[in-house]
């Protein structure tokens, strides 16, 4: 049994689901300071448990319960599951500042002091965690067992090889104003699938808003994340960051994954290194929007092999470090 730490946004995201899939699991719902009275009866158990702490919402209840169990001698394996490094570059919010400073005086405590094991996302932000804390950080791609092949048998004849679409989460740090404004001076419709975030000013939202009318796209606000056959209707999905933070070159969200089962290429921005690494090379991935014209040459086969690949091996990664 696998115990997993994670916050209600993230307890049904594609990363928690692809490692549910790995061994017998529950789940618990962090809170930022406190730790559920649940998960405090499992770490009291003498039986030795293994409890994965996703995000940095889950710190504080990583480090109570490193506490606990040398306080009550158990043997537990607590393991961290780095989703991203804590950033103060992109947040203009003295709030939020806080916040991630918070977080990161607790990531530095967790990795370098305790040395407590740790697991992240991609091979890039491995690299930059060994270099930053000193120690090893195993690879778990977000893959899950659902995202094993893509649908190659798309009908063009309902697909706008000039319209692109954004789903998401809408703020600046996902879905960058210069960057869209160069892909509709292009000539490419652009529709929009999603809300605004608390981190979006009121400048951001008009800026975004004035050119998704310009391009003659829509906004078609929220959508089912249990339903996106709707991707299948379009010839790209955007992925537009507007940073070449250490986060975004190794980032490999979701929706690249997503995307790619509905058979539809993805757009990034150039500072998503992992993921141009990985699919760039069978056109999966491109970085300029004219290549979408190209889609027919794009290698699925090879794009399902690399990620079969990609499971095998986080499953590898997780069960050597969860010692299952």
Known sequence: MIYHVVSDRAVKGARVYAQSSYAECEFFIADVLTLPWSLFKVLVSE?????????QYSLASLLISYVLTKIFR??????????DIASLEPYPKMRTKILISFYK???????????????????????????E?????????????SVLACETSRDKRSQDMRRVLYFGLIEPTRLDVSLLEK????????????????????SYKEAISSLVSKSGGDFRGRYSPSDLSFIKNYAGVLMLYDTSSEN????????????????????VSSGMVEARNLFQKYNAVVT?????????????????????????????????????
């Open 183 to 202: 892909i509709v001076n292009k000539g490419f419709k652009v529709d929009l699938y999603g809300i605004f975030s608390s981190n979006s000013d009121a």
């Open 74 to 83: 158990r043997k537990h394996d607590l393991i961290y599951d780095m989703h």
């Open 105 to 131: 005086a607790l990531e530095y405590t967790s990795l370098r002091i305790l040395k407590i094991p740790v697991i992240t996302v991609s091979k890039h932000l491995s690299s930059h965690i060994s270099k």
């Open 133 to 145: 804390y000193k120690v090893l950080a195993p690879v778990v791609y977000s893959v899950p067992p």
């Open 47 to 55: 039986k030795k448990k293994t409890v994965v702490f996703h995000e």
């Open 288 to 324: 300029d929007v004219e290549s979408l014209s190209e889609s027919s040459r794009i290698d699925w086969v090879g794009v399902n092999k690399e990620i079969i690949c990609l499971r095998e091996e986080s499953r590898l990664n997780f069960k050597k470090t969860a010692q299952i």
């Open 248 to 267: 975004v070159k190794g980032c490999l969200p979701n929706k690249l994954f997503q995307s790619m089962v509905m058979g539809v290429p993805c757009v």
